[in-house]
């Protein structure tokens, strides 16, 4: 990695630190043994091509892929053994890629599936104020929703739990602009809030507009760190990981 | 009582192969209803169904012979007794077959009822044991077009009762959201903190407690022997295929409508009334594939 994360922020204890993370499916060795940490309160970004490991590293601190080895310590405590629902008991919050949204549940089941695993979530009513549409639509089927609604209420369920760290797996694809904003504006918001993000993203410009730092993954490995202020000088070497 | 004829046919017989279609209908909404779920959930198919059925009219005679514990208790210990059966099973050895292909689940669940059938067959005999119907729903009563013995009325009653719940509970609480979401995407609503697995279990004993239940009712009307839940099960699962797979709704609609068809069958061309319910099916199966109320339909 060209820039390590250690001491990046004052050697504060980590709200999440991977070490060593190594994940298969099936036979086929995905991750390779990637570090980094995240800090609470930040938004931090994997950003990488397709194939880079991106999402595979979101499902191995959820605990759900094939098999993980390695560390992930989530406040303090060690997750790599544990199954998948005592990691979302110990208030890690994931939000799917494909947004796994319920075609047997409506609207209002689907936004309401998660329990409640801590106090201090969003009311529903708040929830409505991020995203109306969802208040609008609420005895529809969930699969119904447009694109961008289906992502509203992909994370709009996971910050009713309680959960203080938010998975979000490129909530922007496939989007139009106008959502783009709107979830860029929301995770701006829940940053204020004190919410910790770990965002998947391709877009590399919607992830400079929301967070703090960035890593860069390349097959299966962490291959840089960006503070988001060290954009601009360091722009020719992102876009070369990138391929942009 | 009075009577007069319809197409021919009187309506005391009429409206009593009606009530016999219904009972028929009861149980196998119940049966199929459980079939529906344990599908659903767990992607099994149940063969074992049938000797699940089986074996809560069994328990509901031995708690009455061995410790004289009547049918009013027997009707929620026996069901409790079964499921817990259907928990060890799930525990032992389906779950490991959640990944393979359904055949392999079908062909366990097939050898299960045959062992257990064997089993009982082997202690039991095959002849039937009798089981009283109890003192509170002895005789009957004169509605006037037909004479309703007071325990068929309650099994058709008792079943809607538990159809009904069952449906309530599925589709409109939040445990039923949990299980119709785990249907979908078990790892999503996993990693959402519930405990699918424990989930799985209880929703296959809760399946097979609902045959086990079955059973207790139809004990005092077929007597208790070892084949009848063998009997019953393939006539189940067209029900079943009619109605939709892992459809909850459908196997209720279906189980009671097919129940009364079969008893009409009966009256107006009493050769077809074996096969009827299997002429629907491939009606069916060629014109909506995924039944009458599947998702896909």
């Not at chain 2, 109605?243 to 069958?265: K, R």
Request: aromatic share 8%; proline share 4%.
């Amino acid at each position: 990695m060209r820039e390590q994360t250690n001491g990046a922020d004052g050697g504060r204890t980590p709200f999440l630190r991977v070490q060593g993370l190594n994940a298969w499916y099936g036979e086929s060795h995905v991750l390779h043994g990637i570090d980094f940490e995240v800090h609470e309160g930040e938004v931090v970004t994997l950003l990488g091509r397709n194939g880079a490991g991106k999402t595979t590293t979101m499902k191995s601190i959820m605990g759900i892929v094939g098999r993980r080895q390695g560390s992930v310590v989530f406040k303090g405590t060690e997750t790599i053994g544990l199954p998948s629902n005592r990691i979302a008991r110990l208030g890690l919050a994931f939000c799917p890629e494909e947004r796994g949204i319920f075609s047997s549940l409506n609207v209002e089941e689907n936004l309401t599936l998660p329990p409640v695993i801590a106090p201090g979530g969003l009311s529903v009513e708040t929830i409505f104020e991020l995203f109306p549409n969802l208040k609008e639509r609420l005895k529809s089927q969930g699969t119904k929703l447009s694109g961008g609604e289906q992502q509203m209420l992909a994370i709009g369920r996971i910050l009713r739990t309680g959960a203080r760290m938010l998975l979000l797996d490129e909530p922007t694809e496939g989007l139009a602009p106008v959502i783009v904003q709107q979830i860029g504006n929301t995770i701006r918001r829940l940053k204020q809030e004190g919410f910790t993000i770990l965002l998947v993203e391709q877009n590399f410009r919607f992830a400079a507009t929301v967070a703090d730092r960035h890593y860069v993954m390349e097959d299966g490995h962490v291959v840089a760190m960006v503070r988001n202020a060290e954009l601009d000088q360091r722009m020719d070497e992102i876009h070369e990981y990138l391929g942009v | 009582m009075m009577t007069f004829t319809i197409f021919g046919v009187s309506s005391v017989a009429l409206f009593g192969q009606l009530l016999l279609g219904l009972i028929n209908g009861a149980f196998y909404a119940m049966l199929s209803l459980g079939l529906a779920v344990i599908f659903g959930m767990l992607n099994i198919i149940n063969f074992t169904h049938g000797a699940q059925y089986m074996m809560g009219a069994f328990v509901a005679w031995m708690l009455l012979d061995y410790l004289g514990i009547g049918y009013w208790p027997a009707l929620v210990l026996a069901p409790v007794i079964v499921g817990i059966t259907g928990v060890i099973i799930e525990r032992t050895m389906l779950h490991r077959l959640y990944k393979l292909d359904h055949l392999y689940g079908l062909l366990l669940t097939f050898g299960l009822a045959l062992t257990i059938q064997g089993l009982l067959r082997n202690q039991y005999g095959a002849s039937g044991l009798p089981y009283a119907i109890p003192d509170e729903l002895r005789g009957g009563t004169n509605l006037g077009f037909m004479f309703l013995p007071n325990y068929r009325g309650w099994v058709v009653v008792a079943s809607l009762v538990v159809c009904l719940t069952t449906w309530f509970v599925i589709e409109r609480t939040k445990l039923g959201a949990y299980l119709r979401a785990a249907t979908e995407n078990p790892t999503l609503v996993q990693a959402m903190g519930i405990n699918v697995p424990r989930m799985i279990t209880l929703t296959y004993g809760t399946g097979v407690g609902l045959a086990g239940l079955a059973g207790v009712l139809a004990a005092p009307i077929y007597s208790v022997n070892p084949n009848m839940g063998a009997d019953l099960i393939i006539v189940v699962f067209a029900v079943v295929v009619i109605g939709g797979m892992g459809s909850i709704l459908g196997s209720i609609v279906t189980g009671f409508g097919l129940g009364v068809v079969e008893g009409l069958t009966k009256v107006f061309y009493p050769e077809a009334s074996a096969t009827v319910i299997f002429v629907i099916m491939v009606i069916v199966l060629l014109t909506k594939p995924a039944g009458l109320f599947g998702r896909n339909a």
